[in-house]
Structures are given as C-alpha cells and as structure tokens.
C-alpha cells in the first residue's frame, strides 16, 4: 500500500512538473514572440548607402520629410554629420539619423516645445514598421522597435541637455 501512495505522489508530482513546463514554455513562448517578431521585421529591411547632397539614406529622407510634414516643423533638422557625438559615431556618420530640434540647442524643451517633442515620439512609435525606424530617443530615454516590449529605456547621463536628448527628438532607421 505504501508503495502505491509513494507511487500517486510521485506521479502526481511529475504531472505537476510537466504541467508547470508546458505553462512556463508557453508564458516564455508568449513574451518571447514580440522580440523575434521584431527582430525579423528589422532584417528585412535593406541596407542603404547615404546618397546625395544630405548625405542620408533614402528611408531617412522619407522619415525626415514625414515628420517635418506631418507636424509643420521651420528649419533643417540635423542628419547627416562626420562626428556622431558618441563613441562609435552613432548613426549619424552613416546617413540613418535625424535630429529634431524642439527649440534652442541646449536649453530643454518645455511647454509647447515639449508637448510637440511628444508628439513626434508617439508618431514615430506608432510608424516605426512602416518606415523602417529602427529606435527613437527624447529626454534621455530610448526606444527601440527591435525590443517594443521593454519600452523605453533611461539612458546613461552623458553631460548636457544636447546630448542627453532633452532638446530634440533623435530618430534613427535601418
């Protein structure tokens, strides 16, 4: 009898294993599947090379011609530059990013200018697989489409308003 009892335990428990894995594979399954999803998305996108007097990527001209359009934005926004900034250089060197400057380099952007900051945020966010928008960053924080699901992300302070993106909206693309 005892053997029986250790017997119904014993398979009771590995019933319980099995149904715990099979769960747990799915909840790894379920929020696993956002990132593969737009990790393949993000290589389907074509390299491109910078071409013309901007010295951009044609994706990043169609970015930065919607975004300028779309909210009514005076001035050049800052793409292409030799000096990216950053260690590396960034995007900018290459031809795959933008600046959007809120107001005056250097002084953080408030009221109006920091309300439309938003705007141009949550627009690049809702479009980002349409244009191929590989991550956005506003005060301090960065958002990726190839990570959604993370959300943004506080990056590290590096040293000013400029730089940590509290005057602008930086967007990149593939």
């Given amino acids: 009898m005892e053997k029986t009892k250790g017997r119904g335990r014993g398979s009771r428990m590995r ?18 599947w956002p990132t593969l999803r737009a990790q393949v998305r993000a290589a ?11 010295h951009i990527t044609p994706r990043m001209q169609t970015v930065r011609d919607a975004v300028v359009k779309e909210f009514g ?3 050049t926004p800052g793409c292409y530059r030799e ?13 795959r990013a933008c600046d959007f400057m ?13 309300a439309l900051g ?16 590989w991550y956005v960053i506003y005060e ?3 958002w990726s489409s190839r990570l959604p699901q993370q959300g943004w992300k ?10 940590n993106h509290y005057d602008h909206v930086h967007i990149s693309v593939y």
């Fill in 15 to 32: 019933k319980a294993v099995l149904t715990i894995t099979l769960v747990g594979g799915l909840v790894l399954a379920a929020t696993a």
């Fill in 44 to 54: 389907s996108w074509e390299k491109e090379d910078p071409q013309g007097p901007d």
């Fill in 73 to 75: 934005l005076k001035g």
């Fill in 83 to 95: 000096e990216g900034g950053i260690p590396g250089g960034g995007e900018h060197p290459l031809g």
């Fill in 102 to 114: 809120l107001g005056p380099t250097g002084k953080r952007a408030t009221g109006h200018a920091h």
């Fill in 118 to 133: 938003e705007k141009i945020v949550a627009w690049v966010r809702d479009h980002a697989g349409e244009y191929g928008i």
């Fill in 140 to 142: 301090q924080h960065i």
């Fill in 154 to 163: 506080l990056m590290e302070d590096r040293g000013s308003i400029t730089l």
